[in-house]
């Protein structure tokens, strides 16, 4: 026993513990010096994009991801991507749209982030299909809308949502379709199935009431309420008058499918649940 210890005690030294540092995430920091590296390669890649009108290619959206997967940490679902050039849409869409609504990030990243968002919504299909942007600007991912299908009282609806739009938005939206009744409303379900209807415009119903024009049972009521079709019917009428011919001796056979072919370059028209609904374009 040493002379320095006292008798009966035997001191052992242990290290202090303490916690590894928990680094943030997003990581702001990490993005720029990584994005420093990789800047040119992005803004090349963009630039070929921006010439052809076309989204960015696979090698383009896998280095962007890159530089936004280094903030996210290894395992992320964008260095995922960065890697194999796979992933799932959600997965992806809700971690850059963190960083893409984070008040710090760069004008830059920003931009990275609505190129590479529309490259994965053009790359799914989930497009809605409308024409949505100017080819000569940038894209911007709150002027894309996506096609999804939400869950209202547990049936399924499709809608279009803003590519800018996370899952928090989404169940905000579902809350408020069924405070709308919108199970029980074919009407709005036709409305927020078009194409170029936003599910996410500030106000949904008085949207909904300016382009609706009405609902119809067949083409033919829809065609006399929404065309000249019954002014061509009193037309020919008088004709047969004029001509000394009885109505009763003609019968006049219309093609509703090409009528409403025109009817269609006029009005927005949705048949659902056996009715015909239009809206104003």
């Known amino acids: 026993m040493s002379e320095l210890e006292p008798t009966g005690l035997r001191i052992i030294a242990t290290p202090e513990t303490r916690p590894a540092p928990r680094r943030e995430v997003p990581d702001l920091r990490r993005l720029e010096v990584v994005a420093d590296r990789f800047g040119e390669l992005i803004a090349a890649g963009i630039a070929s994009a921006r010439e052809d009108h076309t989204e960015i290619n696979l090698d383009t959206a ?3 991801a890159h ?25 992806l869409r809700d971690e850059y749209l963190e960083l893409y609504n984070d008040p710090a990030i760069g004008d830059a990243a920003k931009e990275w982030i609505d190129w590479f968002g529309t490259y994965l919504v053009q790359r799914e299909g989930t497009g809605s299909g409308r024409e949505f942007m100017n ?61 170029d209807v936003s599910a996410g ?3 949904i119903m008085e949207s909904f009431h300016q382009a609706y024009r009405g609902s119809y049972t ?20 008088d004709w047969c008058v004029g001509e000394g011919i009885e109505p ?14 025109r009817l269609r370059d006029v009005y927005e028209v949705v048949e659902l649940g056996g009715r015909i609904y239009v809206f104003e374009k």
């Not at 530089?67 to 679902?77: A, F, I, P």
């Not at 499709?158 to 029980?184: K, M, Q, T, Y």
């Not at 829809?222 to 009428?237: K, Q, V």
């Not at 009763?248 to 072919?261: I, Q």
Request: charged residues 25%; glycine residues 6%.
């Open 62 to 64: 896998r280095c962007i």
């Open 67 to 91: 530089v936004l997967g280094r903030s996210m940490g290894s395992d992320s679902e964008l260095a995922r991507f960065a890697r194999t050039g796979e992933g799932e849409y959600l997965r």
């Open 135 to 195: 080819p000569h600007l940038p894209p911007k991912l709150e002027q894309l809308l996506v096609r999804t299908t939400v869950s209202v009282n547990g049936r399924q609806f499709p809608v279009n949502i803003p590519a800018s739009w996370h899952s928090g938005d989404i169940d905000a939206l579902v809350e408020l379709l069924g405070e709308l009744r919108f199970p029980e409303d074919e009407a709005l379900q036709a409305f927020l199935s078009l194409p």
């Open 201 to 203: 415009t500030s106000d």
């Open 218 to 237: 067949d083409d033919e009521e829809a065609l006399l309420e929404l065309s000249p079709l019954n002014d061509w019917n009193n037309d020919l009428h």
């Open 248 to 261: 009763e001796a003609l019968e006049w056979n219309w093609n509703y499918g090409v009528l409403m072919e």
